[in-house]
Nanobody, 116 residues
Framework: QVQLVESGGGLVPPGGSLRLSCAASGVVFFSISSMGWYRQAPGKQREAVASVTNSGNINYVDSVKGRFTISRDAAKNTVYLQMNSLKPEDTAVYYC?????????WGQGTQVTVSS
C-alpha cells in the first residue's frame, strides 16, 4: 500500500515562493511509474499541475510553465514542487499523486493560498 504525505503549503503574498514535498512510503520508489501534483480550487475541477515519470519525463500545465519546477529524490522517496512567482490564481489545495501499476494513489492535500 502506497502512502503519500504532503507538506509545505501555506499563505504567501503574490510573487512569493513555496516548496511542496510529498514523501512516499510502503513502496519501493522505483516501482512507482509516475508522480505528480494536482490542484483543486474552490468550485473548480481538480487539474494536473506537474508530473515526472520514472524515466525522467516531465510535464507541466501551461499556466505554471517557467514558474514551477517538479523534481524527485529517490534516496528520500520524495517528490518536490518548487513554486515561484506565485499568483492568486494558484490558490488551491494541492494533492500529490503516484501511479503504480494500474492504480492511482493520493495524498491528503495541502492548502496553498496566495494573497496579500
Amino acid at each position: 500500500q502506497v502512502q503519500l504525505v504532503e507538506s509545505g503549503g501555506g499563505l504567501v503574498p503574490p510573487g512569493g515562493s513555496l516548496r511542496l514535498s510529498c514523501a512516499a512510503s510502503g513502496v519501493v520508489f522505483f516501482s512507482i511509474s509516475s508522480m505528480g501534483w494536482y490542484r483543486q480550487a474552490p468550485g473548480k475541477q481538480r487539474e494536473a499541475v506537474a508530473s515526472v515519470t520514472n524515466s525522467g519525463n516531465i510535464n507541466y500545465v501551461d499556466s505554471v510553465k517557467g514558474r514551477f519546477t517538479i523534481s524527485r529524490d529517490a534516496a528520500k522517496n520524495t517528490v518536490y514542487l518548487q513554486m515561484n512567482s506565485l499568483k492568486p490564481e494558484d490558490t488551491a489545495v494541492y494533492y500529490c499523486n503516484a501511479i503504480k501499476g494500474m492504480r492511482n494513489y493520493w495524498g491528503q492535500g495541502t492548502q496553498v493560498t496566495v494573497s496579500s
